[in-house]
């Protein structure tokens, strides 16, 4: 064997070489087909890339024929919104002119009322009036006070708005302060709101202080501011049927003493309310009365009003007022102590929902109206339907609706029994948690209120579903 041949393998077959694929190697016929199959694999890629092209091209037109559609229905939708907003600011406008123009003229009947006709003689014989601070005679050329000029004096502490224990007694029965264990409704109606109100001496006077320059204001004003709480609530307890579509307070104050308030817009339209249905009713409508009076006398707001954030002083700690709690906070802690079957983070929130409305129906500014959470403020049904002054603390809107339109269906002594005894806020932590110390003063922790801002934490349980359905729907329900 030759050193030229190659070698063979060890089945002694020999090894088969594919021929070369280079162009110069092929015959003309074979040339020729390669070049048709690339001729035809370039048409095909071709084609190929064509037809993606076309297919993403239509893609991109489809896409673009429906983003139009889409966004020619999205700016009808908008113009549809626009005009329904526009829509129901005229309406809320309307509702608010109405609700001015109604306490207008009923203002103005009352100054009818109560001004002389000075054609008449005046009565010689007439006693003078005597004040709580000088007990001088009012005479009738003197000018009418400049609330500027008027001493900022802090009043004695004497002549704070007291409630009388038998006022809390009865207060305590209506808010289900009988010895029911939590979860048991008692939805029976105590005596005193089956057949009779209050008697008139039992209700406590609010006694409220004078500005050293008080003397200037005119007889008839003056006669109309001296009347005391009681003689109001006595004309409202036996007054008709019929009055009780009336405004509580409205009769009974003279406007000279209540001038405009600061805000013109849907801030300054107050709720309306009938006269006392409970014991409560008297409570908050005696006070807003006596800080009303306060202010128009030529008191400041921080006075009047006390601070931005309630004092819970009074609830933590029962007993007799100390200085740095506000007559608000105070009154307010004196009420809420009849729950005593409630937790105290309920109470406090109680106390949270009452404070902010109490500033706001007591001045009704813009300040004082952002104050309160969106659904702590009034709705149109009750700025329109004379309704209990009780219902404005309820948190939920639509439950205050179903409480305006159906007063006797839901009477205040047995709702307030379900209500204290099956809403909970669903606070998380300890339940000191829910306040701290700011120097001397106890107030609610900024975690606790931004808690209780949030409408979602307030739940009821399921004895308040089952007893009251409609509630629970208006509760729960999507709107």
Excluded at 238 to 261: E, G, K, N, R, V
Aim: hydrophobic share 30%.
């Amino acid at each position: 064997m030759s050193d030229a041949e190659p070698p063979l393998p060890r089945n002694g077959s020999r090894v088969r070489r594919r021929p070369p694929r280079k162009v110069s190697t092929l015959t003309t016929q074979q040339v020729q087909h390669k070049r048709d199959l690339d001729r035809k694999a370039q048409r095909a890629l071709r084609q190929r890339v064509k037809s993606r092209m076309q297919d993403l091209e239509d893609d991109l037109a489809r896409a673009k024929s429906d983003c139009s559609v889409r966004e020619q229905k999205m700016m009808e939708e908008i113009q549809m919104l626009r005009e329904e907003n526009r829509k129901l600011r005229s309406y809320l406008d309307s509702i608010g002119q109405f609700a001015i123009n109604g306490a207008a003229a009923e203002n103005g009947s009352v100054d009818d009322a109560a001004t002389p006709d000075p054609t008449l003689p005046l009565d010689e014989d007439e006693p003078p009036l005597d004040t709580e601070d000088n007990h001088e005679t009012l005479p009738y050329d003197q000018p009418q006070p400049n609330p500027a000029t008027v001493p900022d004096r802090a009043p004695n502490q004497t002549q704070g708005h007291t409630i009388e224990g038998n006022q809390l007694s009865w207060l305590r029965d209506g808010l289900g302060g009988h010895d029911t264990p939590r979860g048991q409704l008692n939805t029976s109606v105590p005596a005193t709101y089956q057949h009779t109100n209050p008697s008139v001496a039992q209700i406590n006077q609010i006694n409220l202080p004078s500005p050293e320059t008080d003397g200037s204001l005119n007889r008839v004003h003056t006669r109309e501011y001296l009347e005391t709480p009681v003689q109001r609530a006595q004309e409202s307890i036996t007054a008709p049927a019929q009055s009780m579509l009336t405004p509580a307070w409205a009769p009974s104050l003279h406007p000279a003493f209540y001038p405009p308030s600061p805000s013109t817009g849907i801030a300054s339209v107050l709720p309306k309310h009938t006269t006392a249905t409970c014991p409560l009713d008297q409570i908050l409508l005696d006070f807003i009365q006596s800080r009303r009076s306060m202010a128009a006398k030529g008191y400041s707001m921080d006075l009047v009003l006390g601070s931005p954030h309630p004092s819970v002083q009074a609830i933590l700690y029962p007993g007799p007022p100390t200085p740095e709690v506000h007559d608000t906070s105070r009154v307010l802690g004196e009420v809420l102590t009849t729950f005593s079957h409630v937790s105290l983070p309920e109470k406090l929130a109680f106390m949270f929902v009452m404070y902010r409305t109490m500033r706001w129906q007591i001045s009704p500014t813009d300040a004082t109206y952002e104050e309160m959470p969106r659904w702590l403020r009034p709705t149109a049904t009750q700025i329109t339907v004379p309704h209990a002054a009780w219902i404005d603390n309820i948190p939920w809107p639509r439950v205050r609706d179903l409480l305006i339109e159906n007063p006797t269906k839901h009477p205040f002594a047995v709702f307030s029994e379900v209500y204290s005894r099956n809403v909970s806020i669903n606070w998380p932590y300890d339940k000191m948690d829910c306040v701290s110390t700011q120097g001397d003063n106890v107030q609610l922790n900024s975690i606790f209120e931004k808690h209780i801002r949030n409408l979602n934490n307030w739940t009821v349980t399921k004895e308040f579903q089952d007893y009251l359905p409609d509630m629970a729907t208006a509760i729960y329900g999507k709107d």
